[in-house]
Nanobody, 127 residues
Framework: QVQLDESGGGSVQAGGSLRLSCAAS????????MAWFRQAPGKDQEFVAA????????RYADSIRGRATISRDNAKNTVYLEIKNLKPEDTATYSC????????????????????WGQGTQVAVSS
């Protein structure tokens, strides 16, 4: 079993930046693919970014590409999502997810491919 614990959310003005962290515990070594999803108020959960293949595969949603960087520190069993130039439409609860499979590119954005989920951390961006 793997536990995921997110942190780093908060309130920020548009144009600012945040770095979200997701610390994995338990059998964390068995999660070669990790990702971030988000859910804005009143909307469905959507894919944000994923890290797979030991870093060979980094995929980003169109809405955040160019403003976000996903990275992983294996020694700390932690994955990070840094978002710059935040916009009000980035306001959401950001959740970390992990898969015990080394997902291929086409599967990285699919929620159903991830077995483990964190509780989420809230990000609020004001204009």
């Amino acid at each position: 079993q793997v536990q995921l614990d997110e942190s780093g959310g908060g309130s920020v003005q548009a144009g600012g930046s945040l770095r979200l962290s997701c610390a994995a515990s338990g059998n964390a070594g068995s999660t070669p693919t990790m990702a971030w999803f988000r859910q804005a108020p009143g909307k469905d959960q959507e894919f944000v970014a994923a890290f797979g293949g030991g870093g060979a595969r980094k995929r980003y949603a169109d809405s955040i590409r160019g403003r976000a960087t996903i990275s992983r520190d294996n020694a700390k069993n932690t994955v990070y999502l840094e978002i710059k130039n935040l916009k009000p439409e980035d306001t959401a609860t950001y959740s970390c997810a992990a898969s015990p499979r080394n997902l291929i590119w086409s599967s990285l954005a699919q929620q159903a491919q991830y077995d483990y989920w964190g509780q989420g951390t809230q990000v609020a961006v004001s204009s």
